[in-house]
Every structure is written in structure tokens, then in C-alpha cells.
């Protein structure tokens, strides 16, 4: 810290009554995405070590520059710590807890589970696989995405220095649950990431129990952009999470005055996906991305 003392991270660990794999759970590596925070405090109060197989590490605040300033990146080195894994020990502030983080913790775990959601941008409840498909743990990690069961897969190669990438790479299963979009705290997407955090504990043999599965569960591979000609007001005609097909009209482009000024159509099948905070766009501004 700048008054000379150092950074703290709160740890939370439990060591079943009897022996087994060991999974990392972490949250709040973006400053302002607070559902994650919450999932690891419902998960700690639900499994106890006289039920639990291994041991659970939990880091409920990795960005602790960036959580005290409400915001994705850490003020002191203006870095996004996704983005900075496995980290460096003579780096910034933001790559030194990193390279601490993936050495002296990551390293220890079967299995990694970093919850994030879309900032406070709108989005739907998903689960992200960040290795290529020709990864030698790529099925690995799709499987454990499945497993989570949040019932949308974003199955897509992830920018550089992503924990979701660098923890494959030494051998360790690892996905990136984006557990929607909002200010504060979502409770709906809050549920389903305890539910997704349970499964995998049932799955892969911490605490006994059946998993819950949805019937099926939508796999995209990257995303389409939905681009409006006009600024404006935009008036959606799908929510997130509905199924659009190519020409399909989902949003409306109003002026200032009410007046409609263009319809969007959609340009690809697919999931809608996310959405601006706000209902106003600029001419060539995106009013939303499809899952495809």
C-alpha cells in the first residue's frame, strides 16, 4: 500500500474430515462484480468439514485496489487482473498478487473456479471455457462448464493472461462463470452460481448429493453484434436469454421525440446474449451481442 503497509487478501479454508482433491474458488478479480463475492459466502456456510471430501480454498476479494474503488481495474496500475495471470514477481501491483495468487495457491488445486459476471452491464447467466479447442485440457474444462450447469456455455479461446487459461496450462481445470450483469448484488444470478458451485462439490466427489442439471444447455462460440444506423432510443422487442433468428425484428430505434427512426433486425440465429446499461445508442453503437 502506499502508507507502507502491505496488501492483505482475505482466505477462506476448509479441510474436510476426510481426505480428497483440493478446489479454488475466487472472486472480485474485477473490483465491481460483487455476485461472485456472495456465491463464496453461501457456499462456506452450506459446506462444512464434517461433510466435505478435500479441501476448499476461497478467495472472496482478489482485486482489492479495484474492490475499494468500485471499478474493473486496480487504480494503482490501471490493469484488469484477468488479465494478468500467471502473474510477475517483479511486476506491477496488479501481476505481484497475481504471481503470488497462481504460486502459492492455484498450484494447489485439482480443480479452479474464477465467478465473474458481465461488470454492470446487462447479461445472461453463463459459464466460460477460455482454452481452444485443441488444448490438451479443453475437455476437461468443457466438462467441468457442463457440470456447473448454468445452462449457456461460452466455449471461445479467452484474451491473454485470463486464470481460465493459465491454470489449464499447468494442468488444472479451470472455468470463468459469468454470473450476469448489474449493480450491487443480483440475487436470481447469485442462486444459480451457489447451484453451479454445488454441483461441481457433487460431481467431483467433495460433499455427496445430486447435481442440478438443466435438460439441455446452449454452447456458443463467439459473438455476433448488433449494430444500430440510427441514435436514439432503443426499445427491445426479445429479453436476454431468448432464442432469435436471422431477420428476426428485436429492437426498435425512437428519436428524441418518440418518432420510430429504424427497426434492428437480427443478423444471425442465436442467444441474446447482453445489452447496454442504458436504452440510447449513437449511429454504429452496438444495442447488443448474440450468442452463436
Known amino acids: 500500500m502506499q502508507d507502507g503497509r502491505p496488501i492483505e487478501l482475505p482466505v477462506v479454508l476448509i479441510n474436510g474430515l476426510v481426505d480428497g482433491k483440493t478446489i ?22 452450506r459446506v462444512s468439514p464434517r461433510v466435505l471430501r478435500g479441501q476448499i480454498i476461497a478467495i472472496p476479494i482478489v482485486n482489492v485496489h479495484a474492490f475499494h474503488a468500485k471499478q474493473a481495474y486496480s487504480p494503482v496500475d490501471n490493469l484488469k487482473m484477468n488479465r494478468c495471470f500467471p502473474g510477475k514477481v517483479d511486476g506491477t501491483s496488479s501481476e505481484r498478487i497475481a504471481h503470488y495468487l497462481f504460486n502459492h495457491i492455484v498450484k494447489q488445486a485439482d480443480i479452479c ?20 479447442h485443441d488444448h490438451p485440457l479443453h475437455k476437461a ?31 488444472i481445470p479451470t472455468i470463468d462463470p459469468e454470473l450476469g450483469g448489474c449493480h450491487g448484488w443480483n440475487q436470481l444470478s447469485i442462486s444459480k452460481g451457489i447451484r453451479g458451485i ?46 432469435v433468428e436471422i431477420g428476426q425484428p428485436i429492437a426498435e430505434i425512437h428519436d428524441v421525440f418518440g418518432s420510430l427512426r429504424e427497426v434492428i433486425y437480427s443478423p444471425v440465429d442465436g442467444v441474446f446474449w447482453s445489452q447496454p446499461i442504458y436504452p440510447m445508442v449513437s449511429s454504429g453503437e452496438s444495442i447488443g451481442k448474440i450468442g452463436v
Open 24 to 45: 479454488y474458488l475466487q472472486a472480485l478479480s474485477d473490483g465491481d462484480e460483487l455476485n461472485g463475492l456472495a456465491v463464496i459466502h453461501e457456499v462456506i456456510r
Open 113 to 132: 473456479i474464477d465467478l465473474h459476471q458481465g461488470g454492470v452491464k446487462p447479461m445472461i447467466d453463463e459459464v466460460r471455457v477460455r482454452v481452444s
Open 141 to 171: 474444462c468443457f466438462q467441468l462448464a457442463q457440470v456447473f450447469g448454468i445452462g449457456y456455455i461460452l466455449d471461445q479461446k479467452g484474451p491473454k493472461g485470463q486464470l481460465a487459461q493459465a491454470a489449464p496450462d499447468i494442468g
Open 198 to 243: 454445488l454441483n461441481v462439490l457433487k460431481v467431483y466427489d467433495f460433499i455427496d448429493g445430486e447435481p442440478e442439471l438443466p435438460a439441455e444447455q446452449f454452447v456458443a462460440h463467439q459473438f455476433a453484434s448488433v449494430i444500430s444506423n440510427c441514435g436514439g432510443f432503443v426499445y427491445y422487442h426479445v429479453a436476454l436469454a431468448d432464442y
